[in-house]
């Protein structure tokens, strides 16, 4: 008897203790336990709202198994392979960080606002590097079929559009917008913008090569047709393969240059202050 009840004091505090063990994931929401890693249940919840039980089940078994295949390979990986890995590893972890952290420093302490006189010195500092590789038009364009009527109104309210009087371009631009929904293949209008000959060419049967040689020909309106279509593009402003950018379009990339290298020098006096202070605060030891 005596035996018998040592035996239990022994038993019965492991199996009390498995007991709290087991009640205490159960509690946390465990589902399933590998290696010491969990799944919870309400992952496998919220992968499967709204199905049906069976769909449910497939879904949560094809996860865990998924799951469980990515841990016991991860684990094997860890035993077998080359512990100089982990150096890798970390280094990578590390750089993680440091890039998630200056991420974070740069957007919120960096000022992004840039003047148009740093704009303007930036752009004339660097005339070279802000030279078009292909034209840039605004104005509009409209393709209409060659046997579409009052071709020669169209042309003259075309005419009209650079106008220096704004009641008449306005009245040529409302009887070119009219013209176009009842008789036009396609319509663009584009005089508040840049676009290059590779964005006005792409939908069309132009040839960009034909288009770049036509905007070096005197004269604000292109015409150029084919067979079934004719493409007729009124020029209000336009800037040549080879010249300078305009400021206006150019601005994106210089802001974007700006903002790069402010935001290396930005790093480097973040990190330079980092470490100043940790060796005022005795925190780099050296001996």
Not at 116 to 132: A, G, H, K, N
Not at 192 to 210: A, G, R, V, Y
Request: a negative charge; glycine letters at 2%; one cysteine or more.
């Amino acid at each position: 008897m005596k035996k018998r009840y040592f035996f239990l004091c022994i038993i019965i505090p492991f199996i009390l203790s498995g007991c709290s063990a087991f009640q205490r994931k159960h509690q946390a929401g465990v589902a399933v336990e590998l290696n010491g890693k969990y799944i919870y249940q309400s992952t496998l919840d919220s992968l499967t709202i709204g199905m049906n039980s069976e769909d449910s089940m497939r879904v949560a078994q094809q996860f865990i198994s998924q799951w469980a295949k990515d841990i016991l390979l991860y684990d094997k990986a860890k035993a077998r392979v080359n512990p100089a890995i982990e150096s890798l590893v970390e280094d990578y972890r590390r750089s993680l960080y440091v890039h998630a952290y200056e991420e974070y420093l740069v957007e919120r302490n960096m000022p992004k606002t840039i003047p148009d006189s740093t704009v303007q010195q930036l752009y004339e500092l660097l005339p070279d590097r802000f030279r078009l590789s292909e034209s840039l038009v605004k104005g509009l364009l409209v393709i209409i079929p060659t046997e579409a009527p009052n071709q020669k109104k169209l042309h003259q309210w075309l005419s009209e559009v650079n106008d220096t009087k704004e009641d008449i371009k306005a009245q040529a631009m409302d009887n070119i917008e009219k013209y176009a929904y009842r008789y036009a293949s396609g319509y663009e209008l584009f005089t508040d913008k840049w676009f290059t000959t590779s964005q006005i060419t792409s939908n069309t049967s132009i040839e960009q090569n034909e288009l770049e040689n036509r905007l070096k020909q005197t004269g604000e309106l292109i015409e150029i047709a084919d067979s079934t279509t004719i493409y007729l593009l009124q020029i209000s402003q336009k800037a040549l393969q080879g010249e300078a950018m305009p400021i206006e379009y150019a601005r994106p990339e210089i802001e974007e240059l700006i903002l790069s290298r402010r935001q290396v020098e930005f790093l480097q006096k973040e990190r330079e202050r980092l470490y100043n202070e940790a060796v005022q605060e005795k925190k780099v030891k050296f001996y």
